[in-house]
Protein backbone atom coordinates (compact mmCIF):
# COMPACT_ATOMS: atom_id res chain seq x y z
CA UNK A 1 0.00 0.00 0.00
CA UNK A 2 3.11 2.52 0.60
CA UNK A 3 4.53 1.05 -2.98
CA UNK A 4 0.86 2.17 -4.18
CA UNK A 5 1.12 5.30 -2.83
CA UNK A 6 4.61 6.38 -3.79
CA UNK A 7 4.10 4.82 -7.58
CA UNK A 8 0.93 6.91 -7.75
CA UNK A 9 2.93 10.19 -7.97
CA UNK A 10 5.92 9.26 -8.83
CA UNK A 11 4.64 7.56 -12.23
CA UNK A 12 4.04 10.56 -13.40
CA UNK A 13 7.87 11.77 -12.89
CA UNK A 14 9.58 8.61 -14.08
CA UNK A 15 7.43 9.02 -17.33
CA UNK A 16 9.11 12.48 -17.82
CA UNK A 17 12.62 10.51 -16.32
CA UNK A 18 11.70 7.56 -19.06
CA UNK A 19 12.60 10.45 -21.41
CA UNK A 20 15.75 11.34 -20.20
CA UNK A 21 16.73 7.48 -19.25
CA UNK A 22 17.17 7.34 -23.11
CA UNK A 23 19.57 10.59 -23.07
CA UNK A 24 21.75 9.44 -20.46
CA UNK A 25 22.43 5.76 -21.34
CA UNK A 26 25.78 4.91 -21.43
CA UNK A 27 26.44 6.76 -17.77
CA UNK A 28 29.05 4.54 -16.31
CA UNK A 29 29.22 4.02 -12.78
CA UNK A 30 32.00 2.38 -12.77
CA UNK A 31 33.82 5.76 -13.79
CA UNK A 32 32.45 6.98 -10.77
CA UNK A 33 28.94 8.43 -12.68
CA UNK A 34 28.75 10.77 -14.57
CA UNK A 35 26.46 14.58 -13.73
CA UNK A 36 23.15 13.05 -13.23
CA UNK A 37 20.03 15.37 -13.65
CA UNK A 38 17.72 13.57 -14.40
CA UNK A 39 14.33 14.12 -12.82
CA UNK A 40 13.95 14.38 -9.18
CA UNK A 41 11.48 11.17 -7.71
CA UNK A 42 8.93 11.47 -5.69
CA UNK A 43 11.14 11.06 -2.51
CA UNK A 44 13.91 13.41 -3.81
CA UNK A 45 16.35 10.96 -4.75
CA UNK A 46 17.04 10.14 -8.31
CA UNK A 47 16.13 6.40 -9.83
CA UNK A 48 19.82 5.11 -10.19
CA UNK A 49 20.72 4.52 -13.60
CA UNK A 50 22.99 1.64 -14.11
CA UNK A 51 24.69 0.15 -16.96
CA UNK A 52 26.02 -3.22 -17.91
CA UNK A 53 29.88 -3.35 -19.27
CA UNK A 54 29.00 -3.55 -22.65
CA UNK A 55 27.58 -0.32 -21.96
CA UNK A 56 23.35 -2.00 -22.37
CA UNK A 57 21.13 -0.44 -19.75
CA UNK A 58 20.63 -2.43 -16.45
CA UNK A 59 16.87 -2.21 -16.40
CA UNK A 60 15.98 -1.03 -13.15
CA UNK A 61 13.54 -4.35 -11.79
CA UNK A 62 12.26 -2.50 -8.69
CA UNK A 63 9.08 -3.33 -7.30
CA UNK A 64 7.37 -0.12 -8.66
CA UNK A 65 7.97 -1.33 -12.46
CA UNK A 66 7.19 -5.03 -12.56
CA UNK A 67 3.08 -4.19 -12.01
CA UNK A 68 2.29 -7.84 -13.12
CA UNK A 69 3.69 -9.02 -10.21
CA UNK A 70 2.70 -6.17 -7.53
CA UNK A 71 -0.97 -6.93 -9.51
CA UNK A 72 -0.31 -10.32 -8.05
CA UNK A 73 1.02 -9.28 -4.27
CA UNK A 74 -1.97 -6.81 -3.94
CA UNK A 75 -4.65 -9.15 -4.90
CA UNK A 76 -3.87 -11.31 -1.98
CA UNK A 77 -4.61 -8.54 0.30
CA UNK A 78 -7.17 -7.31 -1.77
CA UNK A 79 -9.18 -10.87 -1.34
CA UNK A 80 -9.46 -10.77 2.02
CA UNK A 81 -11.89 -7.93 3.28
CA UNK A 82 -14.83 -9.64 0.91
CA UNK A 83 -14.65 -12.53 2.89
CA UNK A 84 -14.08 -11.20 6.18
CA UNK A 85 -17.02 -8.97 5.85
CA UNK A 86 -19.03 -11.51 4.39
CA UNK A 87 -18.33 -13.91 7.44
CA UNK A 88 -19.12 -11.67 9.78
CA UNK A 89 -22.35 -10.62 8.04
CA UNK A 90 -23.70 -14.03 8.15
CA UNK A 91 -22.70 -15.09 11.39
CA UNK A 92 -24.69 -11.79 12.43
CA UNK A 93 -28.01 -12.88 10.26
CA UNK A 94 -27.72 -16.16 12.07
CA UNK A 95 -27.62 -14.61 15.83
CA UNK A 96 -30.14 -11.89 14.99
CA UNK A 97 -32.24 -14.27 13.42
CA UNK A 98 -32.47 -11.55 10.24
CA UNK A 99 -32.32 -11.63 6.86
CA UNK A 100 -29.48 -10.32 4.69
CA UNK A 101 -30.88 -8.63 1.58
CA UNK A 102 -28.27 -10.26 -0.63
CA UNK A 103 -25.13 -8.23 0.69
CA UNK A 104 -23.33 -11.75 2.44
CA UNK A 105 -23.31 -12.83 -1.53
CA UNK A 106 -22.25 -9.68 -2.96
CA UNK A 107 -19.36 -9.72 -0.22
CA UNK A 108 -18.13 -12.99 -0.93
CA UNK A 109 -18.40 -12.64 -4.48
CA UNK A 110 -15.75 -9.68 -4.37
CA UNK A 111 -13.54 -12.09 -2.51
CA UNK A 112 -14.04 -14.96 -4.87
CA UNK A 113 -13.31 -12.44 -8.07
CA UNK A 114 -9.89 -10.98 -6.43
CA UNK A 115 -8.71 -13.99 -5.48
CA UNK A 116 -9.42 -15.15 -9.32
CA UNK A 117 -7.54 -11.86 -10.12
CA UNK A 118 -4.51 -13.58 -8.06
CA UNK A 119 -4.86 -16.71 -9.72
CA UNK A 120 -4.53 -14.63 -12.93
CA UNK A 121 -1.74 -13.08 -12.70
CA UNK A 122 0.31 -15.40 -10.58
CA UNK A 123 0.19 -16.93 -15.03
CA UNK A 124 1.61 -13.99 -15.72
CA UNK A 125 4.23 -13.49 -12.73
CA UNK A 126 5.82 -16.12 -10.89
CA UNK A 127 6.43 -15.47 -7.54
CA UNK A 128 9.75 -15.44 -5.90
CA UNK A 129 10.52 -16.89 -2.26
CA UNK A 130 10.99 -13.54 -0.84
CA UNK A 131 7.63 -12.59 -2.23
CA UNK A 132 5.72 -15.78 -1.18
CA UNK A 133 7.39 -14.93 2.72
CA UNK A 134 5.95 -11.55 2.59
CA UNK A 135 2.44 -12.42 1.37
CA UNK A 136 2.55 -14.69 4.29
CA UNK A 137 3.47 -12.15 6.96
CA UNK A 138 1.08 -9.62 5.25
CA UNK A 139 -1.76 -12.02 5.58
CA UNK A 140 -1.63 -12.81 9.06
CA UNK A 141 -1.42 -9.16 9.95
CA UNK A 142 -4.12 -7.78 7.80
CA UNK A 143 -6.85 -10.63 8.16
CA UNK A 144 -6.68 -9.79 12.28
CA UNK A 145 -6.49 -6.02 11.33
CA UNK A 146 -9.49 -5.63 9.24
CA UNK A 147 -11.53 -8.36 11.22
CA UNK A 148 -11.30 -6.15 14.18
CA UNK A 149 -11.36 -3.26 12.11
CA UNK A 150 -14.65 -4.32 10.16
CA UNK A 151 -15.84 -5.32 14.24
CA UNK A 152 -15.42 -2.03 15.73
CA UNK A 153 -16.80 -0.22 12.84
CA UNK A 154 -18.17 -1.49 9.11
CA UNK A 155 -18.73 1.86 7.90
CA UNK A 156 -14.65 2.29 8.41
CA UNK A 157 -13.75 -0.52 7.23
CA UNK A 158 -15.82 -0.26 3.79
CA UNK A 159 -14.66 3.29 2.82
CA UNK A 160 -10.97 1.49 3.62
CA UNK A 161 -11.26 -0.83 1.21
CA UNK A 162 -13.56 1.90 -1.59
CA UNK A 163 -10.54 3.89 -1.09
CA UNK A 164 -7.78 0.62 -1.81
CA UNK A 165 -9.66 -0.24 -4.54
CA UNK A 166 -9.17 3.36 -6.59
CA UNK A 167 -5.80 2.91 -5.65
CA UNK A 168 -5.97 -0.48 -7.76
CA UNK A 169 -7.72 1.34 -10.68
CA UNK A 170 -4.98 3.59 -10.83
CA UNK A 171 -2.36 0.77 -10.68
CA UNK A 172 -3.86 -1.13 -13.58
CA UNK A 173 -3.97 2.15 -15.71
CA UNK A 174 -0.14 2.20 -15.12
CA UNK A 175 -0.09 -1.08 -16.10
CA UNK A 176 -1.68 -0.25 -19.05
CA UNK A 177 0.69 2.39 -19.77
CA UNK A 178 3.35 0.69 -19.79
CA UNK A 179 1.89 -2.32 -21.91
CA UNK A 180 0.82 0.27 -24.60
CA UNK A 181 4.77 1.88 -24.33
CA UNK A 182 6.39 -1.81 -25.02
CA UNK A 183 8.01 -1.93 -21.26
CA UNK A 184 6.03 -4.86 -20.31
CA UNK A 185 5.15 -7.50 -23.60
CA UNK A 186 1.49 -7.65 -24.11
CA UNK A 187 1.66 -11.78 -23.53
CA UNK A 188 -1.70 -13.88 -25.14
CA UNK A 189 -4.17 -13.64 -22.38
CA UNK A 190 -3.53 -16.58 -19.93
CA UNK A 191 -6.47 -19.27 -20.49
CA UNK A 192 -7.90 -19.03 -17.07
CA UNK A 193 -8.70 -15.31 -17.59
CA UNK A 194 -9.82 -16.33 -21.09
CA UNK A 195 -12.60 -18.82 -19.51
CA UNK A 196 -13.65 -16.69 -16.25
CA UNK A 197 -14.08 -13.73 -17.91
CA UNK A 198 -15.37 -15.48 -21.26
CA UNK A 199 -12.93 -13.42 -23.34
CA UNK A 200 -12.47 -14.07 -27.52
CA UNK A 201 -9.45 -16.44 -27.71
CA UNK A 202 -7.33 -14.21 -29.02
CA UNK A 203 -6.91 -11.64 -26.24
CA UNK A 204 -4.07 -10.60 -24.86
CA UNK A 205 -2.40 -9.41 -21.06
CA UNK A 206 -4.15 -5.62 -22.24
CA UNK A 207 -7.07 -7.05 -22.52
CA UNK A 208 -7.57 -9.31 -19.30
CA UNK A 209 -5.33 -5.85 -17.42
CA UNK A 210 -8.90 -4.10 -18.65
CA UNK A 211 -11.51 -6.38 -17.29
CA UNK A 212 -9.78 -6.82 -14.33
CA UNK A 213 -9.76 -2.70 -13.93
CA UNK A 214 -13.31 -3.05 -14.85
CA UNK A 215 -13.94 -5.44 -11.11
CA UNK A 216 -12.17 -2.92 -9.17
CA UNK A 217 -14.41 0.02 -10.26
CA UNK A 218 -17.03 -2.16 -8.98
CA UNK A 219 -15.74 -2.92 -6.43
CA UNK A 220 -14.53 0.73 -5.61
CA UNK A 221 -18.30 1.59 -6.06
CA UNK A 222 -19.98 -1.50 -3.50
CA UNK A 223 -17.61 -0.46 -1.13
CA UNK A 224 -17.64 3.37 -1.43
CA UNK A 225 -21.65 2.59 -1.57
CA UNK A 226 -21.87 0.07 1.88
CA UNK A 227 -20.01 2.29 3.95
CA UNK A 228 -22.75 5.27 2.91
CA UNK A 229 -25.21 3.14 3.74
CA UNK A 230 -23.59 2.86 6.99
CA UNK A 231 -23.32 6.70 7.18
CA UNK A 232 -26.69 7.34 6.78
CA UNK A 233 -27.24 5.49 9.93
CA UNK A 234 -28.97 2.12 8.37
CA UNK A 235 -27.59 -1.42 8.38
CA UNK A 236 -26.62 -2.79 5.22
CA UNK A 237 -29.58 -5.08 4.55
CA UNK A 238 -31.75 -1.73 4.41
CA UNK A 239 -30.49 -1.47 0.98
CA UNK A 240 -30.62 -3.36 -1.73
CA UNK A 241 -27.59 -5.40 -2.56
CA UNK A 242 -25.54 -4.70 -5.73
CA UNK A 243 -25.39 -8.57 -7.45
CA UNK A 244 -26.02 -9.82 -10.68
CA UNK A 245 -22.76 -7.71 -12.42
CA UNK A 246 -19.94 -11.10 -12.32
CA UNK B 1 -26.04 -30.44 20.78
CA UNK B 2 -26.49 -31.81 24.15
CA UNK B 3 -29.46 -31.53 23.64
CA UNK B 4 -30.04 -33.66 20.38
CA UNK B 5 -28.02 -36.35 22.06
CA UNK B 6 -30.54 -36.77 24.91
CA UNK B 7 -33.54 -36.45 21.99
CA UNK B 8 -32.19 -39.29 19.37
CA UNK B 9 -32.63 -41.79 22.08
CA UNK B 10 -35.22 -40.50 24.31
CA UNK B 11 -37.37 -40.11 21.69
CA UNK B 12 -37.67 -43.92 21.12
CA UNK B 13 -39.11 -43.75 24.76
CA UNK B 14 -41.17 -40.95 24.50
CA UNK B 15 -42.70 -42.01 21.39
CA UNK B 16 -43.88 -45.21 23.53
CA UNK B 17 -44.61 -42.39 26.46
CA UNK B 18 -46.81 -41.08 24.12
CA UNK B 19 -49.20 -44.16 24.04
CA UNK B 20 -49.09 -44.40 28.06
CA UNK B 21 -49.89 -40.91 28.37
CA UNK B 22 -52.94 -41.07 26.44
CA UNK B 23 -53.97 -43.67 28.99
CA UNK B 24 -53.20 -41.38 32.44
CA UNK B 25 -54.84 -38.21 31.31
CA UNK B 26 -56.79 -37.15 34.08
CA UNK B 27 -54.55 -37.54 36.37
CA UNK B 28 -54.40 -34.59 38.45
CA UNK B 29 -51.33 -33.05 39.93
CA UNK B 30 -52.99 -31.13 43.09
CA UNK B 31 -55.10 -33.92 43.99
CA UNK B 32 -51.29 -35.51 44.96
CA UNK B 33 -50.75 -37.18 41.74
CA UNK B 34 -51.01 -41.02 40.78
CA UNK B 35 -49.17 -43.42 40.69
CA UNK B 36 -47.59 -42.33 37.36
CA UNK B 37 -45.81 -45.46 36.22
CA UNK B 38 -45.15 -44.41 32.51
CA UNK B 39 -41.91 -44.74 31.23
CA UNK B 40 -38.78 -44.26 32.48
CA UNK B 41 -36.70 -41.75 30.30
CA UNK B 42 -33.39 -41.51 29.07
CA UNK B 43 -31.97 -40.17 32.02
CA UNK B 44 -34.04 -41.90 34.36
CA UNK B 45 -36.63 -39.20 35.01
CA UNK B 46 -40.23 -39.78 34.12
CA UNK B 47 -41.81 -37.39 31.65
CA UNK B 48 -43.84 -35.53 34.25
CA UNK B 49 -47.84 -35.52 33.16
CA UNK B 50 -49.59 -32.55 34.32
CA UNK B 51 -53.30 -31.58 33.82
CA UNK B 52 -55.24 -28.32 34.30
CA UNK B 53 -57.78 -28.06 36.59
CA UNK B 54 -60.46 -28.53 34.06
CA UNK B 55 -59.02 -32.35 33.70
CA UNK B 56 -57.32 -31.49 29.85
CA UNK B 57 -53.64 -32.43 29.29
CA UNK B 58 -51.06 -29.71 29.88
CA UNK B 59 -48.67 -29.94 26.67
CA UNK B 60 -45.21 -30.48 27.86
CA UNK B 61 -43.57 -27.70 26.45
CA UNK B 62 -40.04 -28.99 26.71
CA UNK B 63 -37.32 -28.16 24.19
CA UNK B 64 -36.88 -31.64 23.12
CA UNK B 65 -40.71 -31.81 21.77
CA UNK B 66 -40.91 -28.70 19.59
CA UNK B 67 -38.95 -29.56 17.16
CA UNK B 68 -39.18 -26.53 14.62
CA UNK B 69 -37.85 -24.95 17.25
CA UNK B 70 -35.58 -26.61 18.29
CA UNK B 71 -34.34 -27.44 14.06
CA UNK B 72 -34.36 -23.39 14.24
CA UNK B 73 -31.80 -23.50 17.22
CA UNK B 74 -29.62 -25.74 15.84
CA UNK B 75 -29.29 -24.05 12.56
CA UNK B 76 -27.72 -21.31 14.05
CA UNK B 77 -25.01 -23.71 14.64
CA UNK B 78 -24.74 -25.55 11.48
CA UNK B 79 -23.99 -22.40 9.45
CA UNK B 80 -20.84 -21.54 11.52
CA UNK B 81 -18.69 -24.68 10.09
CA UNK B 82 -18.87 -23.92 6.01
CA UNK B 83 -18.07 -20.25 6.23
CA UNK B 84 -15.44 -20.86 8.77
CA UNK B 85 -13.68 -23.72 6.50
CA UNK B 86 -14.55 -22.43 3.41
CA UNK B 87 -12.55 -18.98 4.91
CA UNK B 88 -9.66 -20.88 6.18
CA UNK B 89 -9.16 -22.74 2.90
CA UNK B 90 -9.51 -19.23 0.59
CA UNK B 91 -6.90 -17.92 2.93
CA UNK B 92 -4.66 -20.67 2.53
CA UNK B 93 -5.41 -20.72 -1.27
CA UNK B 94 -4.21 -16.41 -1.53
CA UNK B 95 -0.87 -16.96 0.47
CA UNK B 96 0.10 -20.11 -0.89
CA UNK B 97 -0.82 -19.07 -4.63
CA UNK B 98 -2.64 -22.27 -5.16
CA UNK B 99 -5.64 -23.47 -6.53
CA UNK B 100 -8.91 -24.61 -4.53
CA UNK B 101 -10.29 -27.79 -6.62
CA UNK B 102 -13.84 -25.98 -6.15
CA UNK B 103 -13.60 -26.65 -2.19
CA UNK B 104 -13.97 -23.07 -1.28
CA UNK B 105 -17.53 -22.66 -3.09
CA UNK B 106 -18.70 -26.03 -1.42
CA UNK B 107 -18.03 -25.26 1.91
CA UNK B 108 -19.39 -21.66 1.21
CA UNK B 109 -22.76 -23.16 -0.58
CA UNK B 110 -22.96 -25.26 2.51
CA UNK B 111 -23.02 -22.34 4.93
CA UNK B 112 -25.64 -19.99 2.98
CA UNK B 113 -27.93 -23.62 2.74
CA UNK B 114 -27.90 -23.95 6.48
CA UNK B 115 -28.53 -20.45 6.77
CA UNK B 116 -31.68 -21.19 4.24
CA UNK B 117 -32.69 -23.52 6.63
CA UNK B 118 -32.68 -20.68 9.63
CA UNK B 119 -34.46 -18.48 7.75
CA UNK B 120 -37.30 -21.23 6.69
CA UNK B 121 -37.88 -22.34 10.38
CA UNK B 122 -37.79 -18.97 11.54
CA UNK B 123 -41.40 -18.60 10.17
CA UNK B 124 -42.35 -21.68 11.60
CA UNK B 125 -41.12 -21.13 14.88
CA UNK B 126 -40.44 -17.39 16.49
CA UNK B 127 -37.81 -17.44 18.69
CA UNK B 128 -38.22 -16.41 22.12
CA UNK B 129 -35.92 -13.62 23.62
CA UNK B 130 -34.31 -16.32 25.97
CA UNK B 131 -33.62 -18.24 22.63
CA UNK B 132 -31.95 -15.80 21.46
CA UNK B 133 -30.10 -14.83 24.31
CA UNK B 134 -28.71 -18.70 24.20
CA UNK B 135 -27.92 -18.68 20.63
CA UNK B 136 -25.87 -15.01 20.63
CA UNK B 137 -24.04 -16.87 23.65
CA UNK B 138 -23.31 -20.39 21.67
CA UNK B 139 -22.25 -18.69 18.77
CA UNK B 140 -19.37 -16.52 20.53
CA UNK B 141 -18.24 -20.28 21.83
CA UNK B 142 -18.69 -22.26 18.85
CA UNK B 143 -16.91 -19.86 16.30
CA UNK B 144 -14.01 -19.48 17.95
CA UNK B 145 -13.90 -23.16 19.18
CA UNK B 146 -14.36 -24.29 15.73
CA UNK B 147 -11.66 -21.85 14.14
CA UNK B 148 -9.12 -23.19 15.99
CA UNK B 149 -10.02 -26.85 15.44
CA UNK B 150 -10.05 -26.22 11.72
CA UNK B 151 -6.62 -24.35 12.52
CA UNK B 152 -5.42 -27.06 13.58
CA UNK B 153 -6.96 -30.59 11.91
CA UNK B 154 -9.05 -29.91 9.29
CA UNK B 155 -9.83 -33.41 8.86
CA UNK B 156 -11.36 -33.73 12.60
CA UNK B 157 -13.01 -30.45 12.32
CA UNK B 158 -14.93 -32.32 8.67
CA UNK B 159 -15.27 -35.57 10.72
CA UNK B 160 -16.94 -33.66 13.61
CA UNK B 161 -19.58 -32.13 11.04
CA UNK B 162 -19.86 -35.55 8.96
CA UNK B 163 -21.20 -36.34 12.90
CA UNK B 164 -23.28 -33.19 13.40
CA UNK B 165 -25.30 -33.60 10.23
CA UNK B 166 -26.34 -37.66 11.13
CA UNK B 167 -27.33 -36.25 13.79
CA UNK B 168 -29.26 -33.64 12.51
CA UNK B 169 -30.99 -36.79 9.72
CA UNK B 170 -32.05 -38.32 12.80
CA UNK B 171 -33.98 -35.15 14.44
CA UNK B 172 -35.77 -34.11 11.06
CA UNK B 173 -36.47 -38.34 10.73
CA UNK B 174 -38.18 -37.72 14.28
CA UNK B 175 -39.77 -34.26 13.12
CA UNK B 176 -41.46 -36.20 10.65
CA UNK B 177 -42.50 -38.81 12.71
CA UNK B 178 -44.51 -35.99 14.79
CA UNK B 179 -46.00 -34.13 11.74
CA UNK B 180 -46.98 -37.51 10.51
CA UNK B 181 -48.53 -38.35 14.06
CA UNK B 182 -50.66 -35.24 14.40
CA UNK B 183 -48.59 -33.63 17.02
CA UNK B 184 -47.03 -30.80 15.37
CA UNK B 185 -49.13 -29.54 12.84
CA UNK B 186 -48.42 -29.86 9.52
CA UNK B 187 -48.91 -26.20 8.37
CA UNK B 188 -48.64 -24.68 4.65
CA UNK B 189 -44.59 -24.45 3.49
CA UNK B 190 -43.75 -20.81 3.96
CA UNK B 191 -42.84 -18.78 0.59
CA UNK B 192 -39.29 -18.67 1.36
CA UNK B 193 -38.81 -22.35 0.93
CA UNK B 194 -41.22 -23.09 -1.92
CA UNK B 195 -38.82 -20.17 -3.60
CA UNK B 196 -35.83 -21.42 -2.10
CA UNK B 197 -36.32 -25.42 -2.88
CA UNK B 198 -38.51 -24.77 -6.00
CA UNK B 199 -41.59 -26.46 -4.20
CA UNK B 200 -44.72 -26.88 -6.02
CA UNK B 201 -46.90 -24.21 -4.25
CA UNK B 202 -49.27 -26.19 -2.48
CA UNK B 203 -46.07 -27.51 -0.35
CA UNK B 204 -46.65 -28.67 3.37
CA UNK B 205 -43.96 -28.16 6.32
CA UNK B 206 -44.02 -32.20 5.74
CA UNK B 207 -42.45 -31.44 2.39
CA UNK B 208 -39.77 -28.32 3.49
CA UNK B 209 -38.69 -31.11 6.27
CA UNK B 210 -38.17 -33.49 3.42
CA UNK B 211 -36.09 -31.35 1.57
CA UNK B 212 -33.91 -30.23 4.56
CA UNK B 213 -33.48 -33.29 5.40
CA UNK B 214 -32.13 -34.77 1.96
CA UNK B 215 -29.40 -31.44 2.17
CA UNK B 216 -28.49 -32.60 5.45
CA UNK B 217 -27.59 -35.81 3.92
CA UNK B 218 -25.57 -33.96 1.47
CA UNK B 219 -23.48 -32.18 3.93
CA UNK B 220 -22.47 -35.17 5.81
CA UNK B 221 -21.33 -37.18 2.54
CA UNK B 222 -19.51 -33.67 1.68
CA UNK B 223 -18.16 -33.70 5.53
CA UNK B 224 -16.75 -37.34 5.82
CA UNK B 225 -15.43 -37.45 2.36
CA UNK B 226 -12.99 -34.69 3.57
CA UNK B 227 -12.43 -35.88 6.13
CA UNK B 228 -11.51 -39.08 4.82
CA UNK B 229 -9.18 -37.30 2.25
CA UNK B 230 -7.05 -35.83 5.22
CA UNK B 231 -6.80 -39.32 6.48
CA UNK B 232 -5.54 -40.21 3.05
CA UNK B 233 -2.48 -37.33 3.70
CA UNK B 234 -4.12 -35.57 1.42
CA UNK B 235 -5.23 -31.69 0.72
CA UNK B 236 -9.06 -31.11 0.03
CA UNK B 237 -7.83 -30.23 -3.79
CA UNK B 238 -5.92 -32.92 -4.22
CA UNK B 239 -9.77 -34.42 -5.04
CA UNK B 240 -12.88 -33.19 -7.01
CA UNK B 241 -14.81 -30.80 -5.13
CA UNK B 242 -19.17 -32.18 -4.53
CA UNK B 243 -20.18 -29.12 -6.74
CA UNK B 244 -23.47 -28.68 -8.48
CA UNK B 245 -25.92 -30.44 -5.88
CA UNK B 246 -27.53 -27.15 -5.02
FE1 LIG C 1 -8.30 -7.17 -7.70
FE1 LIG D 1 -9.56 -4.75 -5.62
FE1 LIG E 1 -29.43 -27.58 8.37
FE1 LIG F 1 -26.63 -29.50 8.92
Known amino acids: IGGARNASTA ?24 KNEGLVSYWGVEPVKLTKEDGTEWKWRSFRRRYGCRAMMLETVAAVPGMVGGMLLHLKSLRRFEHSGGWIKTLLEEAENERMHLMTFMEVAKPKWYERALVFAVQGVFFNAYFLAYLASPKFAHR ?75 ELKAAPAPLGYH
Open 11 to 34: AVAEANAEVKKKEVVGDNLESGGG
Open 160 to 234: VVGYLEEEAIHSYTEFLKELDKGVIENVPAPAIAIDYWRLPADSTLRDVVMVVRADEAHHRDVNHFASDIHYQGN
